[in-house]
């Protein structure tokens, strides 16, 4: 079956600088596919491309085998979005902005079971202006979701919301994907395309830094495995700089960090065997996505 | 037109309160003030035997189109324009002109209602004839309205913020309101002065008015000079009007 968003070396420049350069990548059916990247980075524009708010330079885009800036209108019956920094009419009660949305579709999803679902039934005569931010970005998703989509974009969904609002709304991805909605998910929180996604583009100024599962990625990012202790007594530096597969080597009042793979902690036990010290309060870890976004995006700001 | 879009654009209209009582209230109540002082009751020798009041009626009538033209559809405009309203509406199947002919819709409607109840409160209450030629005097409304809401688009497309918008409608405002004959009936301007004053829309849209008032066929000058304007604004709407 082809993917139901296929990007192919998407360029897209604002004067005569490239913010897009060259991205390609697929989301299938019914997962929920991440785009992460720091500010800047052109995860914005790649979505605006794909809703078909902007015409690309150069490359292809196919939301269910059509062309978002040539077929628009049916693309935009396919794929719902919400738009960072983007707003209703201020006076509009929450029921009339559902109803409103609702007449643009040939075939729109009943919008009271959907309010029912978002948790915005008894917000429904509350104007957009009077609303809460959790309770807008709430209204947006079900806005998104209105035209009973295949694909639903949410750029910076959670932005601006408290720890609980975002793990409200993470929950509310989880039962739209269970639902047999695609997902785009735009974010710059690690835990948050951790704990969401299947796959994960890192985008990095402008062009794809690195395509896997979250787990790929932490797998396949320089410092994978993190072992931390106390040494009862001081170890050479020397034989910890050769430590095999190391990527990063810290101290702090005494403790030691270091971060490499699996060789590398075996390593580190036979060298405190060897020596016959003690590690106080060892630690052993999976690197987190942070860690690894961070390695992948390194050069870059370096 | 996207009917549901028009609905919503009314409704909304309705909850601005300013925008009600500025466009379709104020200039009828302009002229129960006016119409109120009896010295504007009386003929006047200088204004060919009219009354003050009676060169009033069209004043107001075009009030409530400047209102719609320099004040409310720039700043509506602009803002759904900065709010990032229109970007939500080009994510949907309905394209965000809709929203902007919907709001163009509703300001103009208003607007015509408008003059239509100043032309009504000056006839039942100070007994203001009606147009005697209200063929031409409909065709200078309409063309007015269209130089108005052209207006309105240029204003917000040179402004890229709602207070930007404020500002350069207020600038725009005063002299409009001038040349409208807010002040001075432009049928009181010296020669030279009406002159001048005829080559902007609302001059040229009053002396029309004020000739279909009387009972002639409004001259084809101020006509030409109101569909010249209408064209040249509407053109320049659409040449700089940005979408975000």
Redesign the interface.
């Known amino acids: 079956m082809p993917s139901v968003i296929e990007v192919t070396d998407l360029r897209k420049s604002y004067g005569g600088r490239p913010v897009v350069d060259g991205v390609s990548f697929a989301v299938e059916e019914g997962e929920i596919f991440g785009i992460l990247g720091p500010n800047g980075a052109g995860k914005t524009t790649t979505v605006e491309c794909v809703e078909g708010l902007r015409v690309p330079d150069g490359g292809r885009i196919r939301v269910a085998g059509l062309d978002p800036v040539a077929d628009h209108a049916k693309v935009a019956q396919t794929l719902g979005a919400q738009l960072q920094q983007s707003e209703i009419q201020a006076k509009l009660t929450v029921r009339e902005a559902l109803e409103l949305y609702a007449a643009f579709y040939p075939r729109p999803a009943d919008w009271r079971p959907l309010a029912e679902r978002l948790g915005l039934t008894g917000k429904l005569g509350t104007r957009f202006g009077k609303l809460s931010g959790g309770q807008q970005q709430r209204l947006f998703i079900a806005l998104a979701l209105i035209g009973g989509p295949r694909i639903v974009v949410l750029d910076e969904l959670t932005t601006g919301l408290d720890p609980r609002a975002r793990r409200d709304t993470w929950q509310l991805i989880e039962d739209v994907r269970a639902s047999g909605v695609t997902v785009l998910l735009v974010t710059h929180f690690m835990e948050e395309a951790q704990r969401l996604c299947d796959r994960i583009a890192v985008i990095d100024k402008g062009r794809v830094a690195a395509l896997d599962t979250p787990a790929g990625l932490i797998h396949r990012s320089a410092g994978a495995t993190v072992i931390s202790f106390t040494p009862s007594a001081p170890l050479d530096e020397r034989e910890l700089a050769a430590l095999p597969a190391l990527a990063s080597i810290e101290h702090q009042n005494g403790r030691l960090t270091l971060s490499g793979t699996d060789e590398t902690v075996d390593a580190v036990l036979t060298l405190l065997a060897r020596h016959r010290v003690t590690a106080h309060q060892l630690r052993v870890v999976d690197a987190t996505l942070d860690d690894a976004f961070l390695d992948l995006t390194k050069e870059a700001t370096a | 037109m996207?009917t549901?879009?028009l609905r919503?654009e009314f409704?909304?209209f309705r909850?601005?309160p300013a925008a009600v009582f500025w466009m379709f209230l104020f200039p009828t109540l302009l002229l129960g003030i006016l119409g109120s002082i009896p010295a504007f009751r009386q003929a006047d020798r200088s204004m060919g035997g009219l009354r003050p009041i009676d060169a009033y009626v069209p004043v107001a009538v075009l009030i409530a189109l400047l209102m719609c033209g320099a004040q409310s559809l720039p700043q509506v405009l602009t803002g759904?324009r900065e709010?990032?309203?229109l970007?939500?509406m080009?994510?949907?199947?309905?394209r965000p002109v809709a929203l902007l002919s919907a709001q163009m819709t509703v300001q103009g409607g208003v607007a015509l209602a408008s003059a239509l109840l100043a032309l009504l409160v000056g006839r039942v209450v100070f007994d203001v004839r009606l147009p005697e030629q209200p063929g031409g005097y409909l065709l200078a409304l309409l063309l007015a309205a269209a130089a108005s809401l052209a207006l309105g688009s240029v204003l917000s497309a040179l402004s890229r913020t709602t207070k930007i918008a404020g500002a350069i409608g207020s600038a725009v405002f005063f002299p409009m309101m001038f040349c409208a004959g807010v002040w001075l009936p432009v049928q009181n301007m010296p020669h030279t002065l009406a002159r001048v004053v005829g080559f902007t829309p609302f001059g040229a849209a009053a002396e029309a008015l004020n000739q279909a008032a009387a009972g002639d066929w409004p001259g084809w000058e101020h006509l030409g000079v109101l569909a010249l304007w209408a064209v040249l604004l509407t053109a320049g709407a659409a040449r700089w009007f940005r979408w975000e």
Do not use: C, D, K, Q
Request: net charge positive; hydrophobic share 30%.
């Open positions: 996207n549901a879009v919503t409704r909304l909850r601005e759904y709010r990032g309203i970007r939500r080009s994510a949907t199947p309905v």
